[in-house]
């Protein structure tokens, strides 16, 4: 069974400040990878997410994130926070097979809060 | 409509109640998703629907839960005899195709009092 594991269950930092969010995850197949966001009493949304292709990928409001096969981590980036980023971040990885449906798999999720 | 609707958003039950959660996804998604988050954790898969076929359900934590979506549209979850480890915010997701991410509702955040 895929697991993932988010480093990191909190992280602050300071406004204008770089952040990364890490994440590895278990698995020996190809894989999906997603980052999601979720802002208090919100569902999830999708940050961005890897298919194939480029191993860095861009997702929404200047967040990147790079995917490593051999060290299976996908690690999520910003150069530059803002206050607005303050949300719970979630790593999750899906299996491309035809047995699984693409369900993902969640890491536990790591809150970044941004301080003026 | 443009988002995934999720009814009630917020529901108290007490202990032994009968709930009923709607999922009104995007129209014409076909891959309908369910899943669990406790308090302080990640979403767990809970069911998976294409169409109307439930293709898996090993993510429903017992007999008490189960799901339908007859119509291949708007989706149910129904939980049967609550009880306090029940409580959890339940979220549904759809796509387009299935893998390539999903959007999700805002939840239901089911307390048992």
């Known amino acids: 069974a895929q697991s993932v594991t988010q480093l990191d269950s909190q992280v602050p930092v300071f406004e204008e400040a770089p952040v990364e969010l890490r994440c590895n995850y278990s698995s020996s197949v190809s894989v999906y990878l997603f980052w999601y966001v979720q802002y208090p009493n919100q569902g999830l949304q999708l940050l961005l997410k890897?298919?194939?292709?480029?191993?860095l990928v861009k997702g929404i409001n200047g967040f990147e994130a790079e995917f490593n096969k051999s060290q299976t981590s996908f690690h999520l980036r910003k150069p530059s926070v803002h206050i607005s980023d303050t949300a719970e971040y979630f790593c999750a990885v899906s299996d491309p097979g035809g047995t699984s449906y693409g369900k993902l798999t969640f890491g536990q999720g790591t809150i970044l809060t941004v301080h003026p | 409509g443009a988002g995934v609707s999720q009814s009630p958003r917020y529901k108290v039950a007490k202990r032994g109640q009968d709930v009923a959660l709607r999922c009104d996804p995007i129209?014409?998604?076909?891959?309908l998703f369910w899943y669990q988050q406790a308090l302080g954790q990640g979403p767990e898969f809970l069911t998976y629907f294409q169409n109307e076929a439930q293709l898996d359900k090993s993510g429903l934590p017992s007999d008490r839960f189960f799901a339908e979506r007859p119509e291949g549209s708007v989706s149910t979850l129904k939980i049967q005899r609550t009880q306090q480890e029940d409580s959890a915010v339940y979220l549904c997701?759809?796509?387009?195709?299935?893998?390539?991410?999903?959007?999700f509702g805002s939840g239901t955040r089911l307390t048992v009092v």
């Open positions: 129209s014409g998604h076909v891959s």
């Open positions: 997701a759809s796509s387009l195709r299935t893998g390539y991410g999903y959007t």
């Open positions: 890897y298919l194939s292709g480029s191993t």
